[in-house]
């Protein structure tokens, strides 16, 4: 049964900072052969990708947040975070950690591709 289980989150004042961590557990493949992501979804709104790492951890992200997240993996701990600093209010949301089969390049932001999601872990920025 694969596993994708979201820690971290929570709240914090405009201009903070909070991690977020995945751990993946019960995949298919290596994790290093997954591409992997975070999207998040705001009440009322749909579910937004946020920030993707393809499988030699190069790096995709959404235009509201770039230069403020950071996304990694390590692959040897099966792990993936999201660093997000200078929240702001409407980073607000449901995060969720989500993984595909995928290759060198697969960095994609748009749900579709992804077979695997976690739960998600809530984040919620003050103004």
């Known amino acids: 049964q694969v596993l994708l289980v979201e820690s971290g989150g929570g709240s914090v004042q405009a201009g903070g900072s909070l991690s977020l961590s995945c751990a993946a557990s019960g995949l298919t493949y290596s994790t290093y052969r997954y591409a992997m992501a975070w999207f998040r979804q705001a009440p009322g709104k749909e579910r937004e990708g946020v920030a993707a790492a393809d499988t030699d951890g190069r790096t995709n992200y959404a235009d509201s947040v770039k230069g403020r997240f950071t996304i990694s993996r390590n692959n040897a701990e099966n792990t993936l975070y999201l660093q997000m600093n200078n929240l702001k209010p409407e980073d607000t949301g449901m995060y969720y950690c989500?993984?595909?089969?995928?290759?060198?390049?697969?960095?994609?932001?748009?749900?579709?591709?992804?077979?695997?999601w976690g739960q998600g872990a809530q984040v919620a920025v003050s103004s």
């Open positions: 989500a993984a595909y089969p995928g290759r060198r390049g697969d960095w994609s932001l748009s749900e579709q591709y992804y077979i695997h």
